[in-house]
């Protein structure tokens, strides 16, 4: 059994690279296919398929039965000879595998060939829209290629069109959210968003282990009701974001101009590093490509989850400022959802809630990039933590498979949906319930009973002695057993 594809290459030109999904082998054997949990797959084919040994009879086997690595592609580019390249696209100009190579080198190395245009054949996709998320592509004469990519050379996110995206999709989460919005009054509707706001905003603060003032709550508040009028994909919208969010001594007036990284500190000279954003020197021109990306990716066509994956996720990896990243990165799917219109008007939901509720899920569609790429980077630390890094990382930055984050992603929005917007909205009818049934016992003021309420959930459903003697001595031991029963019923009764 011998390597074929991606994983052929790499090894024979000893590429620093993230392996690609699906690795190809030759066996002497019958054809098979493992699928792993983590949707690695290893695909063995007979010695028929078996391609030259050499380079471009490799990338061509690659292509097609491989896939569109972008990241791995630009590494083979880069180590390629122009004249082999060329030589390989003269051998056949008009296949459709040449073709797409003969653009992507182009693109990817910005350096043009010694070939002329085509002047005559069918136009071919440079993605499979079955295969992958694409964009209706436009035109380019030179290869007659139809360039359906997500973003351009700056920056060039892929997402595959998995098993479980696929689903997802099918199950049309925006539907569900308004069929369930349906079975409740518009009031109910509009004093759970008000206590949805809030807890979307404590739960983004507290997943970076954040205590906000109540300013800063109030603030970030603000910004998510704002989330679905304005575009804040863009560099100053950005930066004001930042600055509105942050400390104001931590505000950036650019992105930074630092080295950055994401780490915890072991010892007291000892600091585990667990992600590196990209160097600031190639920060401008990959924020440049993700805000095109974002234009490209208004299109209706692209759903906007997938949309705010690519932008949220891929935000977040480019760490363009000091402070604030993670905030912005959640704030972004918001917006997007929002704007895209997979939100319903008027309606918040809270991702990171369910983020900070799943924090294993969380931080492993986080990790399934910063891992891959980190023994990839040659960086030291000074003793005063500063950062510098010593390789060229930009295209780990610049062609990111992001399939796995638009999974998660999927996934968050679902149990927001299904789990935290029911269960506020059951909480609300069932407080309702709650409270009309109380004054049925004793008719006290609404905040009086508020209290009473909050005071029963935090003592397991029951008034306890010391809260009775400091705030309700003036209700009789019937009252008080007859307003805790009234509490008991309603959480027998509640649905779930």
């Given at each position: 059994?011998?390597?074929?594809?991606?994983a052929?290459?790499i090894q024979?030109?000893?590429?620093a690279?993230?392996?690609?999904?699906?690795?190809?082998y030759?066996?002497?054997?019958q054809?098979?296919?493992?699928e792993?949990p983590n949707?690695?797959?290893?695909?063995f084919?007979?010695a028929a398929?078996?391609p030259?040994?050499?380079?471009?009879a490799?990338?061509e086997?690659?292509?097609?039965?491989?896939?569109v690595?972008?990241?791995?592609?630009?590494?083979?580019?880069?180590?390629?000879?122009r004249?082999?390249?060329?030589?390989?696209i003269?051998?056949?100009?008009?296949?459709?595998?040449?073709?797409r190579?003969?653009?992507?080198?182009e693109?990817?190395?910005?350096?043009?060939?010694?070939?002329d245009?085509?002047?005559?054949?069918?136009?071919?996709?440079l993605?499979?829209?079955?295969?992958?998320?694409?964009?209706?592509g436009?035109?380019?004469?030179?290869?007659?290629?139809?360039?359906?990519?997500?973003?351009?050379a700056?920056?060039?996110p892929?997402?595959?069109?998995?098993?479980?995206?696929t689903?997802?999709e099918q199950?049309?989460?925006?539907?569900?959210?308004?069929?369930?919005?349906k079975?409740?009054p518009?009031?109910?509707?509009?004093r759970?968003?008000?206590?949805?706001?809030?807890?979307?905003?404590?739960s983004?603060f507290?997943?970076?282990h954040?205590?906000?003032t109540?300013?800063?709550?109030?603030?970030?508040?603000?910004?998510?009701?704002?989330?679905?009028?304005?575009d804040?994909?863009h560099?100053?919208?950005?930066?004001?974001?930042q600055?509105?969010i942050?400390d104001?001594?931590?505000?950036?007036?650019?992105?930074?101009?630092?080295?950055?990284?994401?780490g915890?500190?072991?010892?007291?000279h000892?600091?585990?590093?667990?992600?590196?954003?990209?160097k600031p020197?190639?920060?401008?021109?990959?924020?440049?490509?993700m805000?095109?990306a974002h234009?490209?990716l208004?299109?209706e066509?692209?759903?906007?989850?997938?949309?705010?994956a690519?932008i949220?996720?891929?935000f977040?990896?480019?760490h363009?400022?000091?402070?604030g990243?993670?905030?912005i990165?959640?704030?972004l799917?918001?917006?997007?959802?929002?704007?895209?219109?997979f939100?319903?008007a008027?309606?918040m939901?809270?991702?990171?809630?369910?983020?900070?509720?799943?924090?294993d899920?969380?931080?492993?569609?986080?990790?399934a990039?910063?891992?891959?790429i980190?023994?990839l980077?040659?960086?030291?630390?000074?003793?005063?933590?500063?950062?510098?890094?010593?390789?060229?990382?930009?295209?780990f930055?610049?062609?990111?498979?992001?399939?796995?984050?638009?999974e998660?992603?999927?996934?968050?929005i679902?149990?927001?949906i299904?789990?935290?917007?029911?269960?506020?909205l059951?909480?609300?009818?069932?407080?309702?319930?709650?409270?009309?049934?109380?004054q049925?016992?004793v008719?006290?003021?609404?905040?009086?009973?508020d209290?009473?309420i909050?005071?029963?959930?935090?003592?397991?459903?029951?008034?306890?002695?010391?809260?009775?003697?400091?705030?309700?001595k003036m209700?009789?031991?019937?009252?008080?057993?007859?307003?805790?029963d009234?509490?008991?019923?309603?959480?027998?009764?509640?649905?779930?």
């Amino acid at each position: 059994m011998k390597t074929a594809g991606y994983a052929k290459i790499i090894q024979q030109q000893k590429l620093a690279v993230i392996p690609n999904w699906h690795e190809s082998y030759i066996t002497t054997g019958q054809a098979s296919r493992i699928e792993a949990p983590n949707g690695q797959v290893r695909e063995f084919y007979p010695a028929a398929y078996d391609p030259d040994d050499e380079l471009t009879a490799q990338l061509e086997f690659a292509l097609k039965y491989d896939g569109v690595n972008l990241l791995i592609l630009s590494k083979i580019f880069a180590a390629m000879p122009r004249e082999t390249i060329a030589a390989y696209i003269l051998s056949k100009p008009t296949g459709k595998y040449a073709r797409r190579i003969w653009y992507l080198y182009e693109m990817m190395t910005e350096s043009r060939l010694p070939i002329d245009d085509l002047t005559q054949g069918n136009y071919v996709d440079l993605l499979d829209p079955d295969d992958y998320y694409t964009l209706p592509g436009k035109a380019v004469q030179r290869q007659r290629v139809r360039d359906n990519l997500l973003g351009d050379a700056r920056f060039c996110p892929t997402i595959r069109r998995t098993q479980k995206i696929t689903q997802f999709e099918q199950s049309d989460l925006a539907a569900r959210c308004r069929q369930i919005m349906k079975d409740y009054p518009l009031e109910l509707l509009k004093r759970a968003l008000s206590y949805l706001y809030t807890k979307e905003s404590k739960s983004s603060f507290e997943i970076e282990h954040i205590k906000p003032t109540a300013t800063r709550t109030e603030r970030f508040v603000s910004l998510l009701q704002s989330a679905e009028k304005e575009d804040f994909f863009h560099k100053t919208a950005l930066i004001e974001l930042q600055n509105q969010i942050v400390d104001e001594r931590f505000r950036d007036h650019d992105y930074r101009a630092n080295q950055n990284y994401v780490g915890e500190s072991v010892s007291l000279h000892n600091e585990r590093v667990h992600f590196v954003s990209p160097k600031p020197k190639d920060l401008a021109g990959l924020m440049a490509g993700m805000i095109a990306a974002h234009e490209r990716l208004n299109d209706e066509s692209l759903h906007p989850v997938i949309h705010a994956a690519v932008i949220a996720y891929g935000f977040v990896f480019m760490h363009p400022f000091e402070d604030g990243n993670g905030r912005i990165h959640r704030f972004l799917i918001h917006n997007i959802l929002s704007r895209r219109g997979f939100t319903p008007a008027g309606i918040m939901f809270p991702v990171s809630a369910v983020m900070l509720k799943k924090m294993d899920e969380y931080d492993a569609s986080l990790e399934a990039f910063s891992k891959p790429i980190m023994p990839l980077i040659d960086y030291a630390l000074d003793d005063q933590g500063r950062m510098t890094v010593a390789n060229d990382t930009r295209d780990f930055y610049r062609f990111i498979d992001l399939t796995t984050q638009a999974e998660a992603l999927f996934a968050f929005i679902r149990e927001t949906i299904e789990v935290e917007l029911v269960e506020e909205l059951r909480f609300l009818v069932n407080y309702d319930k709650t409270k009309r049934a109380i004054q049925e016992v004793v008719d006290m003021p609404d905040r009086m009973i508020d209290l009473f309420i909050r005071c029963c959930f935090q003592n397991h459903g029951k008034l306890s002695q010391r809260k009775r003697e400091d705030l309700f001595k003036m209700l009789s031991d019937q009252e008080v057993a007859g307003m805790e029963d009234a509490i008991r019923q309603a959480q027998e009764s509640d649905p779930q």
